[in-house]
């Protein structure tokens, strides 16, 4: 109706007008000739009242263009001759007006244009965007206004109230941002990445095969220098078997896309008779940010992909990180340097500290206790209090505990559950995390995330982040278990006979029990461990007691043969359905796991049960296959040859549709077919 009316007053408008000025001049021309003129015209005298008329027509002519000028300011009939709706209208940004409710009212020009000259009135602003006009014009749900498209361009739309009439309309302004974007993609194009580069294994490789440092490091320089010059980038080596790449963002997404074919590339450079493989490891930082930022971001990219490693390139994005590669197994360093500096560090960490809490993985087996019992074996020669955290009626460890309790310094209230260890949690305790880097899988993730001073020592590759960053990060892929990890520091660190008994064999327990009674995963210095450990006087024997099993738990393991099948060939996978809650199961699982390796023809298994409103899968591998990657992909982690996955809420029928999802794109990858170390 409003709309209506002013259209017919706008004609009203230019109708009254000029005759209003007409009548205005006609009156002033008619009282001068009637002043001069009138009694020759009029000599009958009534000149005197034509005077008092044409006035009066002067005074409706003004009391006309009045009314209109008042009528001017009111916005919804006047927009016509309004300087600000004139400028609103012809602006070059596209400007709707709508009601609080989101009825549109009007749009200008540049609006109709940019729209395919559609009218809009009567239609609601959700087509457009979700957010209420309203809450768009108040100032403070949006202080920035809310992105959205109109036609093929990008615009940031801003809100402002706006008197009309008796009432209040929304006038929203819309920001073309389409150019700014185009900017801002060439800027992100153009930006200069840095990408460090490490040969990972050559120092380690030419120790088993006979060949020249100089002419291998030859090789692989050539193959860099063209992997620079086909992403038109240069490299550069700064030190000894390290590079640096800088190159344009714009060509990170090809190297993506070739799911950096570098890593295959320097594979294909091989040394000595058993044509061992060289590897890489790559980090590339991008994020926001000037070049010490950037650079700063690669280097904790590259620390990542050694950490989980070796022959693998990590992404570290604002989100997150991106991994990429990781086929080979880790060739083992012989060298103690590191552990022997890793050592010294932890001992000043924990001389300085209040107390030390020790703490490993949810369902800890061997490997992850005995780690937790050498590190206190540190505490007690530096003098300083400590517990470790783990489950005290974890039945799985029923028998590490007798033999925990023989040795001098520990006691029953030296082990807390994560609730009871949050009380023992202060600013300057120091929090030791052994076996497990993966926030997720910790015995407690609330202390770790409150502890403000933390120490990883893990053999697995990395998968999680801290939330708080680790003072001390040792984190080996290569060594068999976190056993010889702390085994090699206690060596380092420690006069000879410093370990009774008990202490060495359940050291010792935690190698034998990750290398399958050193079958697997094994290299000089895990033999070194095991030996001196023995030296201190662990017993082979007795540490075999700790393997055997009741007939319950053996029931348990036999669950997990009587629904086997193949897939693909070579991948066994194992069910047991109908399973409690019980822990135990998950020690059946992988020991489950372990037997199918055994059949003829099988690389790689996997042991499926239900625990409670979860599903475990235990995967293990023949060393051809790496069940890390196949895990990882569905939330788990590990090694290259054992790992583990939990899947929350979920049934048997999901978990295994999603295992072997995992398979096939494990296989379509291609890492499948690369020939092991």
């Known amino acids: 109706m409003k709309s209506k009316l002013k259209n017919v007053f706008g004609k009203l408008k230019r109708l009254f007008t000029p005759l209003a000025i007409v009548a205005i001049a006609a009156g002033v021309l008619a009282f001068v000739i009637d002043l001069f003129f009138g009694d020759t015209l009029d000599p009958g005298g009534i000149g005197y009242v034509l005077p008092v008329l044409y006035l009066?027509?002067?005074?409706?002519?003004?009391?006309?263009?009045?009314?209109?000028?008042?009528?001017?300011?009111?916005?919804?009939?006047?927009?016509?001759?309004?300087?600000?709706?004139?400028?609103?209208?012809?602006?070059?940004?596209?400007?709707?007006?709508?009601?609080?409710?989101?009825?549109?009212?009007?749009?200008?020009?540049?609006?109709?244009?940019?729209?395919?000259?559609?009218?809009?009135?009567?239609?609601?602003?959700?087509?457009?965007?979700?957010?209420?006009?309203?809450?768009?014009?108040?100032?403070?749900?949006?202080?920035?206004?809310?992105?959205?498209?109109?036609?093929?361009?990008?615009?940031?739309?801003r809100g402002y109230y706006a008197p009309l009439g008796e009432e209040q309309v929304c006038v929203t302004v819309w920001e073309d941002l389409t150019e700014l974007d185009l900017w801002q993609a060439r800027y992100k194009d153009d930006s200069v990445l840095f990408a460090y580069v490490v040969i990972d294994n050559l120092d380690e490789i030419l120790r088993f095969a006979e060949g020249n440092y100089r002419t291998v490091a030859s090789r692989i320089d050539e193959v860099m220098q063209q992997w620079a010059k086909e992403n038109h980038g240069v490299i550069k080596e700064y030190d000894r078997d390290k590079y640096l790449f800088a190159f344009k963002a714009s060509y990170l997404t090809a190297i993506i896309e070739s799911k950096f074919e570098i890593l295959d590339k320097i594979r294909e450079v091989r040394v000595g008779e058993n044509n061992l493989p060289v590897t890489v490891s790559i980090g590339i930082g991008v994020i926001d940010g000037d070049v010490d930022e950037r650079t700063a971001a690669s280097a904790s990219a590259l620390e990542t992909a050694l950490q989980r490693g070796g022959d693998q390139a990590v992404v570290k994005t604002e989100k997150g990180m991106d991994i990429y590669g990781g086929k080979t197994k880790t060739v083992q360093k012989?060298?103690?340097?590191?552990?022997?500096?890793?050592?010294?560090?932890?001992?000043?960490?924990?001389?300085?500290?209040?107390?030390?809490?020790?703490?490993?993985?949810?369902?800890?087996?061997?490997?992850?206790?005995?780690?937790?019992?050498g590190i206190s074996r540190l505490?007690?020669?530096?003098?300083?209090?400590?517990?470790?955290?783990?489950?005290?009626?974890?039945?799985?460890?029923?028998?590490?505990?007798?033999?925990?309790?023989?040795?001098?310094?520990?006691?029953?209230?030296?082990?807390?559950?994560?609730?009871?260890?949050?009380?023992?949690?202060?600013?300057?305790?120091?929090?030791?995390?052994?076996?497990?880097?993966?926030?997720?899988?910790?015995?407690?993730?609330?202390?770790?995330?409150?502890?403000?001073?933390?120490?990883?020592?893990?053999?697995?590759?990395?998968?999680?982040?801290?939330?708080?960053?680790?003072?001390?990060?040792?984190?080996?892929?290569?060594?068999?278990?976190?056993?010889?990890?702390?085994?090699?520091?206690?060596?380092?660190?420690?006069?000879?006979?410093?370990?009774?008994?008990?202490?060495?064999?359940?050291?010792?327990?935690?190698?034998?029990?990750?290398?399958?009674?050193?079958?697997?995963?094994?290299?000089?210095?895990?033999?070194?461990?095991?030996?001196?450990?023995?030296?201190?006087?662990?017993?082979?024997?007795?540490?075999?007691?700790?393997?055997?099993?009741d007939f319950e738990d053996y029931k348990r393991e036999a669950g997990f043969g009587s629904k086997v099948t193949v897939y693909k060939d070579k991948y066994a996978i194992s069910v047991k359905e109908n399973t409690d809650s019980d822990p135990a199961n998950r020690i059946a699982a992988a020991k489950a796991a372990d037997k199918l390796l055994s059949v003829e023809g099988v690389m790689a298994s996997f042991a499926v049960c239900q625990i409670g409103d979860a599903v475990r899968i235990s995967g293990r591998s023949n060393g051809k296959i790496n069940v890390q990657l196949i895990l990882e992909s569905i939330g788990g982690g590990g090694r290259f040859d054992a790992a583990a996955a939990e899947l929350k809420t979920a049934i048997l029928t999901e978990a295994l549709t999603r295992l072997k999802n995992a398979i096939d794109q494990y296989e379509s990858s291609g890492e499948s077919k690369n020939k092991e170390v």
């Open 56 to 157: 009066l027509l002067m005074l409706l002519g003004v009391l006309m263009i009045y009314l209109l000028a008042e009528r001017f300011k009111d916005p919804y009939f006047g927009k016509g001759e309004d300087p600000t709706f004139s400028l609103l209208t012809n602006l070059r940004q596209p400007v709707m007006m709508c009601e609080e409710n989101g009825k549109i009212l009007w749009i200008n020009k540049e609006f109709y244009r940019q729209n395919g000259n559609k009218e809009l009135a009567g239609q609601d602003t959700s087509a457009f965007f979700n957010a209420k006009p309203a809450l768009l014009c108040d100032g403070e749900h949006f202080p920035d206004g809310v992105n959205t498209y109109l036609g093929e361009k990008r615009f940031n739309v």
């Open 379 to 549: 505490c007690m020669m530096a003098g300083v209090p400590f517990n470790v955290v783990c489950n005290p009626g974890d039945p799985n460890l029923k028998k590490c505990f007798v033999k925990a309790l023989r040795i001098p310094g520990i006691t029953k209230d030296t082990f807390l559950d994560g609730a009871t260890a949050q009380d023992r949690l202060q600013s300057d305790t120091l929090l030791i995390i052994v076996d497990v880097n993966n926030p997720t899988q910790f015995e407690s993730a609330d202390l770790a995330a409150k502890a403000r001073q933390v120490v990883c020592i893990d053999h697995h590759r990395k998968t999680g982040e801290f939330a708080v960053q680790p003072l001390i990060t040792y984190i080996e892929p290569s060594a068999s278990s976190a056993c010889e990890l702390v085994a090699d520091m206690l060596e380092q660190s420690l006069p000879a006979g410093s370990l009774c008994k008990d202490e060495a064999e359940l050291m010792l327990a935690g190698i034998v029990l990750d290398t399958k009674k050193y079958e697997i995963n094994t290299g000089t210095k895990t033999f070194g461990a095991a030996q001196f450990l023995k030296g201190e006087g662990a017993d082979p024997a007795e540490v075999q007691q700790l393997f055997i099993t």
């Open 334 to 373: 012989k060298t103690k340097v590191r552990a022997r500096v890793v050592a010294s560090e932890l001992a000043d960490l924990i001389c300085s500290a209040q107390n030390v809490l020790i703490m490993a993985h949810r369902f800890a087996d061997f490997d992850a206790f005995g780690a937790c019992i």
